[in-house]
C-alpha cells in the first residue's frame, strides 16, 4: 500500500506528514490524541543518513512532546549494501536508532511498528522490531534474504530453498510466519483505525515475543530456553 | 610469568571463555549435555550442534562475578537462530536477578543464521532489548571481538548497542559482509576477495581510530581479559544528553568523512601520519596514534 493511502486509512485527513526523499515524518491525530509518524518509504534502503534522520525524528519527539506515542512505518528493502556505509559504521548508525527508541520507550513513550509494504533483514529490525509491539498488513512482505542470494549464503540449492520454504515457517518469506513466531503481533485486515486504536490502548511494555511464539505454535523453544538460562 | 601467548582468533568458544575468566570459575549454563539445540537444522538436512554455537554461563574475572556468552564461529559462522538467541537473551535476563560486574559477550557471527531466518531476525531484535534492559539496570555490557568470522549483521548491531566494544587488530566489526555487497553491487563496489581492502573497511584497527571500538588489543585472549577487567565499571547510561551527544559525533562523521573513498583516506583525514602505514602497525602502535586524531581530542 503506499503510504499516503495508508495516512488516510488510519488518520483520513488530520495528518501533518511529508515525505522528504524516503523518510516520513510528522504528526497525525487519533481520536483528539497527537501521534508522531517516522518511516520510510519506496523500499526504502536503509544507509547512514537515513538512519540519522530517523533517529533525529524521534529525538525531536522525545524532546518536545514528553509521552506522545510514536507509529514506525515500515517498508525498507533493508539497509544499503554500499562499502562507503560499512566504512562509515552503518551497523552504529542503525543501533541509534534502535537506541533513540529504547530511550523513547524507557521514558514512557509507547513505540508502535507497523509493517505496510515491506520489511527486510536489518533495515526491519532497528524500525519495527524494536518497537513495543509491530503490526502489519496482510499484503505486507517480510523476509531476512531474497531465495537466490539465500542459495549462495547456505550453499543450497534455491529450488530446494523454494521446495522447503513452502513447507517451513521458520525461513519462509510471509507476515503469516511473523505472527506465528511473535516477531508480529496482528495483521490489520479492514479498519485500520480500529485496529491503531486497539493497539495503542494495548501497548505492552515489557517484551512478550518469545511467548506469543510459543502459545502461536511457532517459536517453541525461545521462551522456554531464555527461562531455563535465566532462572538456572 | 609465562610468555605464551593464546590466539583468540584460533581459539574455540570455549577455550576462550576458559583462559578469559579466572582459572576454574566457568559454570556453563545449558551445556552440550543438556542437547538444547535447533529444532530446525535438521528438517533442512543441516548438522545441529549440541550447544547451538553459543556458551552461556557465568564465572569470576578478577574475583568479581561476572556473566559471559562465546559464540562458536565454526559453527554455522556463530550465526543466531532460536535457541542462539534465546541463550543471549536469557543471558541478560539472568542479569537483572544476579547483577554481576559486567555482562560479557564475545562475539564471533555473521549474523541472523538464514536457515531459521525468522526466528533469528526476531531473536536479534529481542536480545537488543534484553540487552538494553541489562544496561538500564546500570550493568555494563561488554562486547569483546576477535573471532576469524568477525562480527557481522544483527551481531553488529547488538554489539553497538553495548556499553563497550574491544577489537583486536584482527577483528571485524560491520553490518553487511563483504561478498553480500559484492553480489548486491558488483566487484566494483567492493571486492570482498581483496583481503586488505575488506580488512581496511571493517578491521578492528579502523574501528579503533573512528571510534567505533573503545578499546583495541593484540589477537591474545589475555589482552583480551586485561581489557575486561579495566570496563567492569564502564557503564553508559542511556540518557537523552548521551543519546544527543551520539547523534552529533554520528552527523560529524558523515559532514568529514562522507566523501572518503577508502580507510586511509579517512586515517589522513583524521591527522593520522603516514596513514598508508596503519596496516602495518601493532595494537599498541595504533593506541599510541589516538590522542593526536580528531577522534582521539573528541570527548
Given at each position: 500500500m503506499i503510504w499516503t493511502e495508508l495516512l488516510n486509512r488510519l488518520f483520513a485527513d488530520r495528518h501533518q506528514v511529508t515525505c522528504e526523499g524516503e523518510l516520513l515524518r510528522g504528526t497525525a491525530q487519533l481520536d483528539g490524541e497527537t501521534l508522531a509518524i517516522v518511516g520510510t518509504t519506496g523500499h526504502a534502503a536503509i544507509g547512514v543518513e537515513l538512519a540519522l534522520a530517523q533517529a533525529r525524528a524521534v529525538l525531536d519527539t522525545v524532546h518536545a512532546h514528553p509521552g506522545r506515542a510514536i507509529l514506525l512505518l515500515v517498508d525498507t528493502?533493508?539497509?544499503?549494501?554500499r562499502r562507503r556505509d560499512e566504512l562509515l559504521g552503518i551497523n552504529r548508525y542503525m543501533a541509534h536508532m534502535g537506541l533513540c527508541i529504547e530511550l523513547a520507550r524507557r521514558r514512557g513513550h509507547r513505540v508502535l511498528g507497523l509493517v505496510y509494504d515491506q520489511a527486510l533483514s536489518g533495515g526491519f529490525i532497528t524500525s519495527?522490531?524494536?518497537?513495543d509491539a509491530c503490526d502489519a498488513l496482510p499484503e505486507a512482505e517480510i523476509r531476512v534474504m531474497r531465495l537466490p542470494a539465500m542459495a549462495r549464503v547456505t550453499k543450497i540449492d534455491e529450488s530446494r530453498l523454494a521446495q522447503l520454504a513452502e513447507a517451513n515457517p521458520?525461513?519462509?518469506?510471509g507476515v503469516e510466519n511473523y505472527v506465528a513466531m511473535g516477531g508480529v503481533r496482528a495483521l490489520w485486515r479492514g479498519d485500520l483505525a480500529a485496529h491503531l486504536r486497539a493497539a495503542l490502548a494495548d501497548t505492552p511494555t515489557t517484551d512478550e515475543r518469545a511467548r506469543d511464539g510459543a502459545s502461536r505454535g511457532g517459536r517453541l523453544l525461545a521462551a522456554d530456553v531464555a527461562r531455563r538460562v535465566a532462572e538456572a | 610469568m609465562s610468555t605464551t601467548t593464546y590466539s583468540f582468533a584460533e581459539s574455540t568458544a570455549r577455550e576462550r571463555v576458559a583462559r578469559l575468566l579466572d582459572a576454574g570459575s566457568f559454570t556453563e549454563i545449558?551445556?552440550?549435555?543438556?542437547?538444547?539445540?535447533?529444532?530446525?537444522l535438521a528438517q533442512l538436512g543441516v548438522p545441529s550442534s549440541f550447544d547451538d554455537g553459543v556458551v552461556v554461563g557465568e564465572g569470576l574475572l578478577g574475583g568479581q562475578p561476572v556473566l559471559i556468552a562465546a559464540q562458536e564461529g565454526e559453527f554455522m559462522g556463530g550465526g543466531v537462530g532460536e535457541v542462539h538467541g534465546a541463550k543471549l537473551v536469557g543471558l541478560f535476563q539472568r542479569a537483572l536477578r544476579t547483577r554481576p560486574a559486567a555482562v560479557l559477550v564475545l562475539a564471533e557471527s555473521g549474523g541472523v543464521r538464514l536457515h531459521e531466518a525468522n526466528a533469528g531476525l526476531i531473536a536479534v531484535s529481542e536480545v537488543m532489548r534484553a540487552l538494553l534492559a541489562t544496561r538500564e539496570a546500570s550493568i555494563p555490557t561488554l562486547m569483546l571481538i576477535g573471532g576469524a568470522n568477525g562480527c557481522f549483521g544483527g551481531m553488529g548491531l547488538i554489539a553497538r548497542c553495548a556499553d563497550q566494544v574491544v577489537m583486536s587488530d584482527a577483528a571485524r566489526l560491520a553490518m553487511s559482509g563483504p561478498e553480500v555487497i559484492e553480489s548486491s553491487n558488483g566487484v566494483e563496489e567492493f571486492?570482498?576477495?581483496d583481503r586488505a581492502l575488506v580488512w581496511r573497511t571493517t578491521g578492528g584497527k579502523h574501528r579503533y581510530l573512528i571510534g567505533d571500538c573503545d578499546v583495541l588489543v593484540e589477537d591474545d585472549v589475555a589482552a583480551f581479559r586485561e581489557a575486561a577487567l579495566g570496563l567492569l565499571q564502564a557503564a553508559r547510561p542511556l540518557t537523552l544528553e548521551a543519546l544527543e551527544q551520539e547523534h552529533a559525533m554520528l552527523a560529524a562523521r558523515i559532514q568529514d568523512f562522507g566523501d572518503c573513498f577508502d580507510a586511509v583516506d579517512i586515517w589522513r583525514r583524521l591527522g593520522?601520519?603516514?596513514?598508508?602505514?596503519v596496516v602495518d602497525l601493532d595494537a599498541a602502535r595504533i593506541r599510541a596514534l589516538k590522542p593526536q586524531t580528531r577522534e582521539g581530542v573528541r570527548p
Open positions: 528493502q533493508g539497509q544499503r549494501l519495527g522490531l524494536i518497537a521458520v525461513f519462509a518469506p | 545449558l551445556g552440550p549435555s543438556e542437547r538444547v539445540m535447533s529444532p530446525h571486492d570482498s576477495k593520522v601520519a603516514d596513514a598508508e602505514r
